[in-house]
């Protein structure tokens, strides 16, 4: 599987943008896929998951309400739109997958594939 992550930016504090994660190889039907992120000296962490067979969302607390998460199984592409974003939010997204479920979707290991990463800046 390979995962393709797309759509960051530099925007400001209260704007919107999309992030994209196109993956090749198996469909998205058999994938759990999740979002993450590393903000600046910190570590990377959990922002949302999709799971693999009824597409049920999960988010961590600080994106619950402006961050969505959706899948277009024609374009086999999973999206992060994030909507009232915070110079919090600045951070490199990564879009991560794994075949099926290995009992979480909230934790690094939980995943085997990783797309490269891609930056968004948010400005106050």
């Known amino acids: 599987v390979q995962l393709q992550a797309s759509g960051g930016g530099f925007l400001q504090s209260g704007g919107s943008l999309r992030l994209s994660c196109a993956a090749s190889?198996?469909?998205?039907?058999?994938?759990?896929m999740g979002w993450f992120r590393r903000a600046p000296g910190k570590e990377r962490a959990f922002v949302g998951a999709?799971?693999?067979?009824?597409?049920?969302?999960r988010y961590a607390d600080s994106v619950k309400g402006r961050f969505t998460i959706s899948r277009d199984s024609g374009k086999n592409t999973m999206y992060l739109q994030m909507n009232g974003l915070k110079p919090e939010d600045t951070a490199v997204y990564y879009c991560?997958?794994?075949?099926?479920?290995?009992?979480?979707?909230?934790?690094?290991?939980?995943?085997?594939?990783w797309g490269q990463g891609t930056q968004v800046t948010v400005s106050s």
């Open positions: 991560a997958a794994t075949v099926g479920y290995r009992g979480s979707y909230y934790y690094i290991q939980d995943y085997d594939y």
């Open positions: 999709v799971t693999w067979r009824g597409g049920t969302t």
């Open positions: 190889g198996l469909t998205l039907s058999t994938l759990s």
